[in-house]
Nanobody, 120 residues
Framework: QVQLVESGGGLVQPGGSLRLSCAAS????????MAWYRQAPGKQRELVAA???????NYSDSVKGRFTISRDNAKKTMSLQMNSLKPEDTAVYYC??????????????WGQGTQVTVSS
């Protein structure tokens, strides 16, 4: 069994910063891509940022220049530093990872989500 646990969400004023973390645990052989998604009320879940096991990074246009994704392969963790937050960044943020449970079996896993609210 694989678990992804997010932490670091909360309430912040516009222009403020938050740092989200995701920790993977359980039966893990290795982890390929990891990513952060978010879902605002009434909207579809959208990709925020993704990072490969080799460190290649992609950002959505809406967060480029404000958010920074990183990961520690040895610790099986991923982070999202969010700066210059805007009210439109308000959403539940989810951690996603493509995990090789064994040499022959890979599956995508999701965390439970952490709420980020940007409001004055």
């Amino acid at each position: 069994q694989v678990q992804l646990v997010e932490s670091g969400g909360g309430l912040v004023q516009p222009g403020g910063s938050l740092r989200l973390s995701c920790a993977a645990s359980g039966s893990i052989f290795s982890i390929d891509g990891m990513a952060w998604y978010r879902q605002a009320p009434g909207k579809q879940r959208e990709l925020v940022a993704a990072i490969s096991s080799g460190g290649s990074i992609n950002y959505s246009d809406s967060v480029k220049g404000r958010f920074t994704i990183s990961r520690d392969n040895a610790k099986k963790t991923m982070s999202l530093q969010m700066n210059s937050l805007k009210p439109e960044d308000t959403a539940v943020y989810y951690c996603n990872a493509d995990v090789w449970v064994t040499l022959l079996f890979r599956s995508a896993y999701w965390g439970q989500g952490t709420q980020v609210t940007v409001s004055s």
